[in-house]
């Protein structure tokens, strides 16, 4: 994962549990979202390419996407170590925060392959 | 129902690939227009001030519960104060600063230049779709949609039986300039990722910040009720000092 990962910048601890009450260092979480953000989009990109080469159209496609997006959130989940409220403050940040930001970009890239002689070799 | 039209190579070399190069480069071309046209605007001392301050309130308002109640309160009171708090505001005063953020000739130029540089680019790359690429097929979108689709995407194409998958030059260009954003915010670094709509809300909620802001946060601080958030502080000290001399 760290070689697909497109940002180099490492996660920052963000949240420390001091006498039972989170404190969260706003600038740090706010590089962590950056940091999500980024790997979605990337993600994002590179699926609509394997989606496109393979040939996935219509449903398939988009279930190709769901996937992309799980396995995305699963990446993060594991370079944060599975400890997420060092990280960030609620589970719902790091699975589902850009689930759909990333669709239009998923569906451009998608279409490019689906040219007609751009791939002649996999079309055989 | 559903023929499969070949799609001329042509079509692929002539329109689809340059079109979106040439939003790629128009994208990065504004990126960096923007950066040059930025001018340097002399804050005005008065503005600054009152931001640092509306900066501390919050300040005080996130930490409050891990001070003690008494000088949490002795802080309140230094901003609230009526007669000279910092954020007390007379009503006259509050007015003012909003007409002359308006009037102020250099804001207003600086909004319509970002406005500007946002507009035109789009606006001439479609003319330049709409006049040279309009009327044949120009790709096929992976998946399909229903009927109501069709006069959205399939606006130059007057056949009526083709599948809705095959898409007009116009929906591509569209297709880019949504599908580019993500890519923009990748290669550009964080600032402009194409954020348009971001830029709109942000010119309707910038006149207002400053003259609203200083009574907005001045009526948050009186809510804040203060809970007293680490009352075990001495015996945890305690304890760590004990660990550590022992």
């Known amino acids: 994962m760290a070689g697909l990962d497109d940002s180099g910048a490492s996660e920052k601890k963000s949240g420390e549990a001091i006498n039972d009450l989170p404190t969260f260092n706003a600038e740090n979480m706010q590089n962590n979202m950056k940091i999500i953000y980024y790997s979605r989009t990337f993600m994002s990109i590179i699926g609509g390419v394997i989606a496109g080469i393979l040939g996935f159209t219509g449903l398939t496609g988009f279930i190709l996407y769901f996937l992309v997006m799980a396995i995305t959130s699963v990446g993060l989940t594991a370079k944060a170590g599975f400890s997420i409220h060092s990280y960030f403050d609620c589970w719902n940040r790091i699975m589902l925060d850009g689930f759909l930001g990333g669709l239009m970009s998923f569906v451009l890239f998608w279409t490019y392959p689906l040219f007609p002689d751009l791939f002649c070799l996999f079309k055989k | ?246």
């Open chain 2, 1 to 246: 129902m559903a023929e499969d039209l070949v799609l001329d190579t042509a079509i692929r070399d002539w329109v689809l690939i340059p079109l979106s190069v040439v939003m790629v480069l128009i994208g990065v071309l504004r990126y960096f227009v923007s950066k040059l046209m930025r001018s340097s605007q002399s804050p005005d001392a008065k503005i600054v001030k009152e931001g640092q301050i509306i900066i501390r309130a919050r300040n005080l308002r996130a930490g409050a519960n891990f001070i003690p109640p008494k000088s949490f309160r002795a802080r309140r009171v230094y901003f609230s104060n009526e007669e000279n708090g910092l954020l007390y505001v007379p009503k006259g005063q509050a007015q003012n600063a909003q007409a002359q953020m308006f009037s102020d000739p250099n804001m207003a130029m600086d909004m319509m230049k970002k406005n500007l540089s946002m507009i035109i680019p789009q606006t001439l790359t479609f003319a330049w779709v709409n006049f040279f690429f309009s009327g044949f097929v120009a790709a096929k979108i992976p998946f399909p949609l229903t009927q109501r689709f069709r006069s959205m995407l399939q606006n130059g194409i007057d056949l009526s039986t083709v599948d809705v998958s095959y898409v007009s030059s116009r929906s591509w260009y569209f297709l880019n300039l949504f599908g580019l954003r993500g890519l923009f915010s990748l290669i550009l670094g964080e600032e402009n990722a194409m954020d348009d709509t971001q830029r709109m809300m942000q010119m309707s909620g910038f006149g207002f910040d400053p003259t609203k802001g200083l009574s907005a946060e001045k009526d948050g601080l009186d809510i804040v009720q203060h809970e007293w958030a680490l009352p075990k502080f001495e015996q945890r000290a305690e304890a760590v000092l004990r660990k550590l001399v022992s």
